[in-house]
């Protein structure tokens, strides 16, 4: 039987680069295929933050250039394999050798450039794709060109395009792009509020749309989730699938994680001996009795952290840790370092994007907390319960999809969760929990092994889009 051949376009792919939860799935999702009857590869741009350890390795494939507007642009196709997938690296030291992955003036030339390349790569690589799965606006540029300008030349290449976060559409205006689209007409399926929405451009033009989770796919049909999309979502139902994201299990052990202070895979005990060590790592009281309630996140809007601030004073009344680890808008990293300095005894905030610390949090935490206004899949829920750390969420997206509340009656459940975006009720639900905690140590036992056995596996996800692959391909 011929193998499925799929490529998959992205921005960002652990462990070679990674500033989110994209990056996670891309580095987890292509290598859960199954290899007997699928080849997958995966193409982003050679960032210089790609560490040196890999790019010392990589093989050049070959070199050819791509137009963007006038200008005629150098690529470098090099390739690495890991885990039995074949990377492939765009390499462009203009457009990529520069510190971090985003947040640059040109960053639509970037990926404009970028989706040219992976279009045009494809006799270079000698990889005739049946499925050419896009993700995120970075990617969102490649079915829309595919079907304008290359149907002719790869006949057989279906589109999917994958909505990790509905936020970020790389929305611009139309006289902004228009010199570097190579376009010589508006192009209508792109059109928002007279600009351009790359976004947009792909859900109208891909074959498949997927989100993240079941719960974000319905949630994207309204207009409070929508942002501004979700008529087009209504429109475009028909090919809308919502497949839950996994974790690597192996990438996220806490019996073998080298990160951690003490490896475990059931004691509690051993687990507690994290969180007295991280206390003492972060100059907080060593105490193993109090729990520790954490958060490790990007400090934006989306995550809720208005909630946290805004009931700040009545969840340190109650006798608790907090270790906050995150980045992103000044005001809250600001707001957060001053609760820490402030309730030094309490609280630990650590402005900074750390692998290694967060998985030590993630160990030692008795309580994840994760109040999102909206939460596509998150995966930081399901580390915490990989590494016996309750979530606290609320019920949007793949929150509501992962997590449950824990009923001490029957025993079901593996954490705690809120409806409404609302901080009083975060705060009465953080009660509940360390309530639970303190007085009902059995049944809070029974709430972490629940926790720590949740199976968010890849496998049953890389099955069900395998399963549209085939639709759409009739393969
Ligand atoms: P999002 O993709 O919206 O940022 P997810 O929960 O899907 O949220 O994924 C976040 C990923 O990034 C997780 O692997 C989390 O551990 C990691 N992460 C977030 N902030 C930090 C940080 N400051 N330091 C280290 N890792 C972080």
């Known amino acids: 039987m011929e193998k499925m051949k799929i490529l998959m376009a992205a921005s960002e792919s652990f462990p070679f680069a990674k500033s989110g939860g994209l990056g996670d799935v891309i580095g987890s999702l292509p290598k859960a295929f199954p290899k007997e009857s699928c080849d997958v590869r995966v193409i982003i741009p050679k960032y210089e933050y790609i560490p040196e350890k890999y790019t010392s390795q990589f093989k050049a494939v070959d070199v050819f250039y791509v137009k963007v507007g006038f200008t005629e642009h150098y690529v470098g196709i090099q390739s690495y394999e890991l885990d039995g997938v074949t990377y492939y690296f765009v390499d462009n030291e203009h457009f990529f050798k520069r510190p971090g992955l985003y947040g640059y003036y040109d960053d639509a030339e970037r990926f404009i450039y970028f989706c040219r390349a992976v279009l045009e790569c494809i006799p270079h690589i000698d990889f005739y794709p049946d499925i050419l799965h ?21 006949l057989n290449t279906k589109t999917v395009f994958t909505i990790h976060n509905m ?176 309730y030094p005894d309490k609280v630990c905030t650590i402005i900074d994007f750390n692998e290694d610390l967060s998985r030590k949090i993630y160990a030692a935490s008795d309580l994840f907390l994760m109040p999102s206004k909206f939460e596509p899949c998150g995966l930081s829920q399901m580390i915490a319960m990989r590494y016996g750390a309750v979530p606290v969420v609320r019920e949007t997206g793949g929150l509501k999809d992962t997590v449950q509340y824990f009923n001490g009656e029957t025993g079901q459940g593996n954490g705690f969760s809120f409806a409404n975006y609302n901080a009083h009720e975060l705060l009465y639900t953080l009660q509940s929990a360390v309530g639970l905690y303190y007085d ?34 009739g393969k």
């Open 167 to 342: 936020k970020y559409q790389g929305h611009y205006g139309f006289n902004d792009l228009k010199g570097m689209l190579n376009l010589d007409y508006f192009p209508a399926a792109m059109e928002f509020y007279s600009g351009v929405n790359l976004m947009k451009g792909a859900l109208y033009t891909s074959d498949l749309v997927t989100t993240v989770s079941p719960t974000y796919a319905n949630e994207l049909m309204m207009p409070y989730y929508g942002e501004g999309l979700d008529g087009v979502m209504r429109d475009i139902g028909y090919k809308v699938v919502g497949i839950l994201n996994g974790i690597d299990p192996e990438v996220y052990n806490p019996n073998t994680d080298p990160a951690l202070f003490a490896n475990f895979s059931t004691s509690l005990k051993k687990k507690s001996a994290n969180k007295t060590a991280l206390q003492d790592y972060l100059g907080l009281p060593v105490d193993k009795r109090v729990p520790m309630v954490s958060m490790i996140t990007r400090l934006v809007d989306q995550k809720g952290i208005d909630l946290v601030l805004g009931v700040i004073h009545e969840i340190l009344q109650m006798d608790l840790q907090l270790v906050i680890l995150g980045t992103g808008d000044g005001h809250y990293e600001n707001a957060l370092r001053e609760i820490g300095y402030a």
């Open 134 to 154: 896009c993700n995120d606006w970075q990617t969102a540029l490649i079915p829309f060109l595919l079907k304008e300008q290359y149907q002719w030349h790869y």
């Open 440 to 473: 009902y140590p059995k049944q809070w036992e029974k709430l972490v092994h629940n926790a720590l056995k949740s199976n968010f596996d890849w496998k049953r996800s890389a099955e069900t889009y395998l399963d549209h692959y085939k639709k759409i391909t």
